[in-house]
């Protein structure tokens, strides 16, 4: 078993594994396979984006990704985490924290000013709030989310 970048090449089979994050959660409804490894692909041959995934043989077990951008009107570089997923028979394990620090040592070699780490409300919700604690975050936003029908959405 290994840590490492992926590469666009490997996009499909860390695509398998975002799809089951998408469908862990209430709040991510539709997972579009093909525009996953388009939109990444983008993003890695940028430079902007990164993906580190736990790779047990052709399997991957866990990844995270995320991208770098400047913030709105600052303009320092970024790091945000777009998502960190485990499957369950690797979580608990030193490796996925292991994925949390590559992320990070990537987010410092690229220059960024901090980091921004997502936290799904209903996705273990006090593990995932605790371990951010321990290092160093503050809680700075909490989104609102409400799904609109078709018949409630204003045509311009």
């Known amino acids: 078993m290994e ?24 709040f991510l409804r539709v997972f579009d396979k093909a525009r996953f490894v388009q939109l990444w692909t983008g993003f ?8 580190f995934a736990i790779y047990d043989g052709d399997k991957v077990g866990g990844a995270i990704a995320g991208i770098m951008y400047p913030e709105a009107y600052s303009g320092e ?12 028979d690797y979580r608990g394990t030193i490796r996925s924290i292991k994925l949390y620090h590559e992320f990070e040592r990537w987010a410092r070699e690229k220059g960024a000013s901090e980091v921004r780490m997502c936290h799904l ?14 290092l160093g975050y503050a809680a700075a936003e909490v989104v609102y ?4 029908d078709a018949s409630s959405r204003m045509v311009a």
């Open 44 to 51: 890695i041959e940028a430079g902007t984006g990164v993906i």
């Open 145 to 148: 989310v409400k799904a609109l």
């Open 77 to 88: 570089d970024i790091a945000q985490e777009f998502f960190w997923f485990i499957r369950s």
């Open 3 to 26: 840590i490492r970048q992926a590469t666009t090449s490997e996009l499909e089979a860390v695509a398998d594994l975002a799809g089951e994050f998408y469908s862990s959660t209430r």
């Open 121 to 134: 409300m209903d996705s273990m919700p006090e593990v995932v709030s605790s371990f951010y604690d321990r």
